[in-house]
């Protein structure tokens, strides 16, 4: 899936028709927030950006795409009207991985699309992969399987999962997960983390059975039980 974030209309419903129509699964966004939110639902494969936006600019969003150990990964290419050096240089130093001045063709954005693909996959076939029982999950590539069919977890519940991970055998507590996937700002309370944890079980089938809740202290994930 490939999201592209344009708020002129005719250009965006124009890229997402070619991308779908050459194979590409793409949806577009006029707003930052809707962006963010199909985020929340389902990571994407690589993400299209205009700089001048509404809300906040793409620059911006791409700052906070690198600045997530989740997304940092995560092609991008940029996508703008501004063929000014500076903020080619700019869009490059936050970690573009392409960056497109309109007017562009459509077919040289494809290609230039799937030249982007296949660059980061290649870069990602080396990328540390956890396996535990029927439990496979790949950071990078954001994707989790189950006894080798694919899992769909929303951000946060990815984000969880290669926390107790990453920290495989160890007992985290409530307040640790909260402040490394939902950060210190949040103020919400600890019992998110029980909901987003029952979601989480469920979706993964026989393999929830690998996270373990540790009464009074939190959640750890293991061999199965």
């Given at each position: ?6 708020d ?18 793409a ?14 639902a389902?990571?994407p494969?690589?993400?299209l950006?205009d700089?001048?936006l ?27 009207a ?23 063709g ?8 799937k ?9 990602n076939?080396s ?22 069919e694919?899992?769909i ?15 495989r ?18 103020d ?8 987003h ?8 089938g026989d393999?929830?059975?690998l ?15």
């Open positions: 899936m490939i999201y592209f974030v344009e002129d209309n005719n250009i965006r419903e124009l890229v997402v028709y070619t991308l779908n129509s050459t194979g590409l699964e949806t577009g966004f006029s707003t930052p927030d809707k962006f963010w939110e199909a985020m929340e389902r990571l494969s690589l993400v950006l700089i001048m509404p809300q906040e600019d793409g620059l911006s969003i791409l700052r906070k795409i690198r600045s997530d150990k989740v997304t940092k990964k995560l092609p991008v290419i940029i996508l703008t501004k063929a000014d050096e500076y903020d080619k240089v700019v869009g490059f130093d936050l970690g573009a991985d392409d960056y497109v001045p309109k007017p562009f459509m077919m040289e954005l494809v290609a230039r699309i030249a982007v693909l296949r660059r980061t996959e290649g870069a076939e990328e540390e992969v956890y396996e535990i029982g029927p439990l496979r999950v790949s950071p990078m590539k954001h994707k989790v399987k189950v006894n080798g694919k899992v977890l929303t951000l946060k519940e990815f984000e969880m999962l290669c926390l107790l991970l990453e920290n055998g160890i007992v985290l507590s409530r307040d640790q997960i909260l402040n490394r996937v939902w950060g210190y700002s949040f919400g309370e600890s019992r998110t983390v029980d909901v944890i029952r979601t989480l079980r469920q979706k993964l393999a929830g059975e996270i373990s809740t540790i009464r009074g202290v939190g959640y750890t994930i293991g061999e199965e039980q």
